[in-house]
């Protein structure tokens, strides 16, 4: 009897597909796991086979075979295919799309999963003992003897093109002879490496983080490590994962954006001798394979990448370590919306190991489940070696005159700064030259015809801009309703602050580093290392700052404008505008010398600014959390955000509003359902969008909610016309 094959395939579709197993095949022998191939309406696609079933719904005569089966052995364990439909259930995310995201994209499209390896020459034991003058007369082998006796860990084909074209045939020769031989090693391992450790010796607080992790190893348990920024978080998990290789168990260090990875990964590669496998979008897909898959095979221990890693194999799994867990990146903005700081505790339970969340600013939801007990909680109160909590300052710039967003006492506290050799970080989360323009005959302002926004002026670029979409148009010089030639700037982007500067400072070296200055690949590496090489005198830019960076020399640190944070009606505003603050402000004095931190605002007295410098993130937390008991949001609540758009408005509004009449005809207890609203920014590239919030104060009570009407949505008339999509726990409301 033959049995009943069920595939997941990659579609916006919440079921699994039967099929049946190809000819001279019953299917018994099929692993789940596996990719495999099927016909899909028309056409193939890649599947991936969940279980093998004795019967179906459907009649057999109906099914058809499945193509070709592409591994053998499935490429992810048991376990993982659990932790993948658990995702999937809870994130309410078709399956095959929860799979297909866990493979890097050469996998998902059925290539072969192979590592791409190089030749590499090692010396025998023979050639070890043997004495090399025997060779005298064959130079070039001496010669090629000589280096290869000088690097145990074995020589590539580049290490040896100095030799000239014809070390292969020199090479042959010597094999033939039994004094050396070749080997394939992964290409991605090959690099050989040595370690250099630390100079210093880690303070109590540090060993005492790393003794109750490491005492942990071996079952799951979560620790939230709150370290001030500078205290020394990163000395922490590399002494875990030394603890951890020693075991020979593999760590997964997850971390929020590209931009981190260069000095994150050349700390590691310094400290550990040990092969480290990358993974974020800056790589291309084959490389990133590579590193997905010498860690499947556990040939790399350690794992350093961005969220998508967070679904990588993992042969020996020994720790998991989540960086600056605050940070909104990790979770997917868009299909699969995911958050990996969330299902990486999922994954340490599956795997029965521990989890580590770090961060100076932890999240709201992470200090909550500290309280809770949850999350066992560890401090790095002070910062590392002899450097000292940088002083900060909120400066009152109402009245005063402001030169590109500058103010006096800034300025003057910049060029004391730069007369003693230190560097300045100025901070303003806005790119671009301007946000806005204006004509000052009419008040007309350039907008987006696509979206409901304005549109930034790129003066470098010669261009406006829509930030939502990207739509460009050369930067207008008339008046498109008065016709007016009298189109001015509005506003404040760093940009227009660098050119302010260079007024202001024109000896200075000033580097400006946003979205718009980092975009060719490599330019941010190489910024960085000349700020850190301290050839730089005054550093600006956007929240690519903020990030973990250490400047060793900076001393004094400008944030230009916290006041647009103060004034946004997304709750989570000012937990995002806190952590920004602290997180900058730990850019300043990270070494010997002291670090000094100046705020302008409009709005000296406002309680969130004064909680934070008098009572720092923690005074703040406990006010801010106090709010949002009250108030009953998260995390004393859980929501989830349906969100509709179409190129109309009335379709998605007709479907929300139907979707919200399920959801109160269910009546499932202790559920609210509001809205629906059209989103902040309503339209979006020519979409409108509206939106539908579910909420509980039971995590329970509304995925069985959600469950119950994702099952009714698609019989629903409007359900087929409108684009819509779910969010579980939402960070974000635009
Ligand atoms: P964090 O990750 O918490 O921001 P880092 O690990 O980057 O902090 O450490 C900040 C600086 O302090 C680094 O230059 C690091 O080399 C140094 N450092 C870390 N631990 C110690 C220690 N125990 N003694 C002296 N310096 C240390
Ligand atoms: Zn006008
Ligand atoms: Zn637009």
Redesign the pocket.
């Known amino acids: 009897m033959s049995k009943i094959l069920r595939i997941a395939v990659p579609i916006p579709l919440r079921r699994i597909f039967d099929y049946l197993p190809p000819e001279n095949c019953n299917g018994n022998e099929l692993r789940p796991g596996i990719r495999i191939t099927v016909p899909f309406r028309g056409q193939k696609k890649i599947g991936y086979l969940i279980e093998v079933a004795d019967h179906s719904e459907m009649p057999l005569s109906r099914l058809k075979p499945i193509g070709e089966i592409i591994d053998e052995e499935p490429l992810i364990s048991t376990k993982d295919l659990k932790f993948l439909l658990w995702t999937s259930r809870y994130y309410h995310h078709p399956l095959g799309e929860v799979i297909s995201s866990a493979f890097p994209i050469p996998l998902r499209k059925g290539k072969p999963a192979v590592l791409s390896s190089h030749q590499y020459l090692f010396t025998t034991e023979k050639g070890r003992t043997s004495q090399i003058s025997d060779l005298s007369r064959a130079r070039r082998q001496t010669e090629l003897m000589r280096m290869l006796l000088a690097s145990p860990q074995g020589l590539g084909a580049r290490d040896l093109a100095g030799l000239g074209c014809n070390w292969r045939n020199s090479a042959k020769q010597l094999v033939e002879k039994g004094l050396i031989e070749i080997k394939r090693i992964p290409t991605l391992l090959s690099c050989a490496q040595s370690a250099t450790p630390a100079s210093?010796?880690?303070?109590p607080a540090?060993k005492m983080a790393i003794e109750q992790v490491s005492r942990a190893m071996g079952r799951f348990k979560t620790f939230l490590l709150e370290?001030v920024?500078?205290?020394?978080?990163?000395?922490v998990y590399l002494g875990l994962i030394e603890f951890a290789l020693r075991q020979g168990k593999q760590v997964m260090v997850l971390i929020p954006e590209i931009s981190l990875t260069p000095q994150l990964e050349a700390r590691f590669r310094e400290r550990l001798a040990e092969p480290i496998a990358v993974f974020h979008s800056g790589l291309s897909e084959s490389e990133r394979q590579q590193a997905w898959l010498c860690f499947r095979q556990g040939l790399a221990p350690v794992l350093l990448g961005t969220r998508s890693a967070v679904f990588t194999p993992m042969r020996n799994p020994g720790l998991i370590i989540l960086d600056e867990e605050h940070d909104a990146s990790f979770k997917q903005q868009e299909r699969f919306r995911f958050s990996a700081r969330d299902i990486s505790i999922v994954r340490a339970k599956q795997l029965g190991i521990p989890v580590l969340l770090g961060s100076a600013t932890p999240s709201f939801e992470s200090i909550f489940n500290a309280k809770r007990g949850r999350f066992e909680q560890l401090f790095l109160p002070e910062r590392?070696?002899i450097a000292l909590p940088p002083v900060i300052k909120l400066l009152d710039i109402r009245n005063q005159p402001l030169e590109e967003g500058l103010s006096p006492p800034l300025v003057a506290e910049i060029k004391r700064t730069l007369a003693v050799g230190e560097q300045v970080l100025l901070f303003l989360n806005r790119r671009g030259f301007a946000p806005i323009l204006i004509c000052h005959g009419c008040g007309w302002i350039a907008s987006c015809t696509r979206c409901d926004s304005r549109l930034v002026i790129h003066v470098s670029h010669g261009k406006l801009r829509c930030h939502h979409c990207g739509y460009e148009q050369i930067i207008l010089k008339l008046c498109q309703s008065c016709g007016a030639q009298d189109l001015h700037p509005l506003g404040l982007g760093t940009e227009r602050v660098e050119g302010g500067l260079g007024g202001l400072f024109p000896n200075a070296k000033i580097v400006r580093i946003d979205r718009d200055s980092t975009q060719r690949k490599g330019h941010l590496e190489s910024v960085l290392r000349t700020v850190t090489s301290g050839c730089v005198d005054i550093l600006l830019g956007t929240q690519m700052l903020a990030k973990?960076h250490?400047f060793p020399t900076v001393t004094l640190v400008g944030i230009l404008d916290v006041d647009a944070g103060l004034y946004s009606t997304d709750f989570r505003a000012p937990e995002r505008l806190a952590q920004l603050i602290v997180q900058v402000a730990g850019r300043a004095g990270?070494e010997q010398k002291p670090g000094k931190v100046i705020l302008q605002t409009h709005n000296p007295d406002h309680p969130l600014l004064n909680a934070l410098i008098q009572k720092g993130y923690r005074g703040f937390v406990d006010n801010a959390l106090a709010e949002r008991k009250a108030a009953l949001l998260p995390p004393f609540s859980f929501q989830a955000l349906m969100r509709a758009e179409a190129t109309n408005t009335e379709s998605p509004m007709r479907l929300l509003k139907e979707v919200r009449n399920l959801a109160v005809e269910l009546r499932i207890i202790d559920t609210s359902v509001f809205g629906p609203v059209s989103a902040p920014l309503t339209k979006k590239a020519g979409l409108f969008r509206f939106q539908l919030l579910f909420q509980s104060p039971e995590r329970k009570n509304l995925h069985r909610l959600l469950e119950l009407i994702l099952a009714k949505v698609s019989a629903l008339p409007s359900g087929k016309r409108v684009r819509w999509s779910l969010d579980v726990d939402p960070l974000d409301f635009y």
Request: without cysteine.
């Open positions: 210093y010796s880690l303070n540090q370290g920024t500078g205290s020394g978080k990163t000395e590392a070696g973990g250490h990270r």
